[in-house]
């Protein structure tokens, strides 16, 4: 009777246990493991930061797991509402925002919070949902809809000022748009439209971020200022060779002139101790990632769900090449977090609730079918 009753409970809690996608769980365990270890390195000065890194992660796989099982037709329903509340808490931030670093980015509601991760994940849902309901009429009028509903929430984002959060934002609103069939006219159109007003664009940057693209240009004008970041990162990356300097033996990290070292510039210790074969294969793993969320939204069965799905994938993948590009040296510096890999809270759960949605999507697929 009682191995009945084991069974009996097994069946019952089998589709609550076996949620996650398997390849798409342990490419990010094994990021979130590498992040880890990295970690470990570069936070030796930081006591507890590893620690915390366990707990986020824990967090982070609840939210995912809780994601997993959320089906995609609720996700549908609650498109709207969740984008009206992030705007809407945006809007909140605008009037009565806490200042940080001369920055109005947070609420305070016992604690500090960031509506503007939540714009991360209800864009796309948001966008998504609009398409869906005019699969079978869509118009360029539908598309100028769809520009406005994105602009409303990056200008808000902007306005904090968060150059980084805001280009998330704007290009996972983006990869909806384009997926859902915009014309390369449009996009030429646009790019065109864009290089034009890139003299408008420049006179409207706060200070900061014009600093920011001229260290790009030209670190070396100001060595031991606004370039030191990117020169003592681009000599770690450079420094680690083809097998790297070893694990706790990278001299940048520990002797203290990478900045941000846990956060942001993780990438660099990596490349500094792990070298060229650690850096491959770092980059294998994040394209397995993006293989995966791509093969999960083409099996995807309606529109809502194909869009999503990719824009999300999208959104990883345009984590990893900003992140990468920003610490060698590339891109300028936007403060954008190495995916399931850098030190932090709201960002790992927003990018795991991505990764849940992509799961619930390949788990309900034959349900929406049907």
Not at 40 to 57: C, H, K, L, T, W
Not at 206 to 234: A, N, V
Not at 259 to 276: A, M
Not at 355 to 362: E, H, P, R, T, Y
Request: aromatic fraction near 12%.
């Amino acid at each position: 009777m009682r191995i009945n009753e084991r069974r009996s409970l097994w069946r019952r809690a089998k589709p609550y246990l076996l949620v996650f996608d398997g390849p798409l769980a342990l490419v990010i365990f094994l990021l979130m493991c590498t992040g880890v270890v990295t970690m470990y390195s570069a936070g030796i000065d930081f006591p507890g930061r590893v620690e915390g890194q366990i707990r986020n992660m824990i967090l982070a796989f609840i939210v995912m797991w809780i994601a997993a099982l959320v089906p995609p037709q609720t996700l549908m329903r609650l498109a709207v509402p969740i984008y009206t509340v992030g705007v809407t808490l945006l809007v909140a931030v605008f009037l009565f925002g806490v200042v940080k670093k001369g920055a109005r980015r947070w609420l305070h509601v016992g604690t500090d919070v960031q509506p503007s991760e939540i714009m991360k994940i209800a864009m796309p849902l948001m966008l998504a949902w609009f398409f869906q309901q005019r699969a079978n009429m869509l118009r360029w009028h539908s598309f100028a809809i769809a520009a406005v509903l994105l602009m409303i929430p990056v200008g808000l984002i902007q306005k904090q000022p968060d150059l980084g959060t805001s280009l998330l934002v704007l290009a996972s609103g983006f990869y909806v748009i384009f997926l859902a069939g915009l014309s390369w006219k449009a996009l030429i159109g646009l790019f065109v439209a864009g290089a034009g007003s890139l003299p408008i664009a420049w006179s409207l940057m706060h200070d900061y971020q014009r600093e920011r693209i001229m260290t790009l240009i030209d670190p070396t004008k100001d060595p031991l200022g606004k370039g030191f970041h990117i020169i003592q990162s681009t000599i770690a990356i450079g420094s680690g060779g083809i097998s790297g300097k070893g694990f706790l033996k990278g001299t940048q990290a520990h002797l203290e002139f990478i900045p941000e070292r846990t956060t942001d510039f993780i990438f660099s210790v990596f490349s500094e101790e792990f070298g060229l074969i650690g850096i491959l294969g770092l980059m294998f793993l994040y394209l397995l990632l993006i293989a995966r969320g791509l093969m999960i939204a083409s099996n995807a069965p309606n529109l809502f769900t194909r869009l999503l799905a990719g824009a999300i994938t999208m959104i990883f993948f345009t984590y990893a090449f900003v992140n990468m590009g920003m610490v060698s040296g590339i891109l300028p510096v936007v403060g954008v977090p190495l995916p399931f890999m850098s030190y932090g809270g709201t960002a790992f759960c927003t990018l795991c609730l991505g990764a849940g949605i992509l799961m619930s999507i390949q788990r309900h697929r034959k349900l929406i079918q049907t």
